[in-house]
């Protein structure tokens, strides 16, 4: 887990260093120049892709579409302003609470 935390972390910093780099030089600051719609529209596409890959039972297209997945979410949440931190704080408060008993206790909204 210290590992993952660590590889994320890391991801993180090089998105939040990037964002404000040149967009002919660099695919993050490409992508912030095009705005949040399109990172979230990046998401999106990746998370769908991710699907089809575990739907199609392919174990290799899975990892790769889930680490651009997971890149496009880190990428979003930097233009949102959401350190990683947050969301895994978030994670770390629903350990051991059941997913039914989570969702039941948000806000209605």
């Not at 600051?29 to 990746?46: C, D, M, N, S, Y």
């Not at 704080?89 to 039941?104: F, W």
């Amino acid at each position: 887990m210290a590992a993952m935390r660590a590889t994320l972390h890391s991801l993180e910093q090089t998105i939040r260093q990037r964002r404000s780099a040149d967009p002919s030089a660099s695919y993050v600051a490409k992508l912030t120049a095009r705005g949040r719609a399109k990172i979230a529209q990046k998401v999106g596409e990746e998370a769908v892709e991710t699907v089809i890959a575990a739907m199609a039972d392919d174990r290799d297209a899975v990892i790769g579409e889930s680490a651009d997945l997971l890149f496009h979410l880190l990428l979003l949440l930097a233009d949102v302003d959401v350190p990683l931190d947050a969301v895994l704080d978030e994670l770390d408060r629903r350990e051991g609470v059941s997913g039914i008993a989570e969702k039941a206790a948000r806000p209605v909204d």
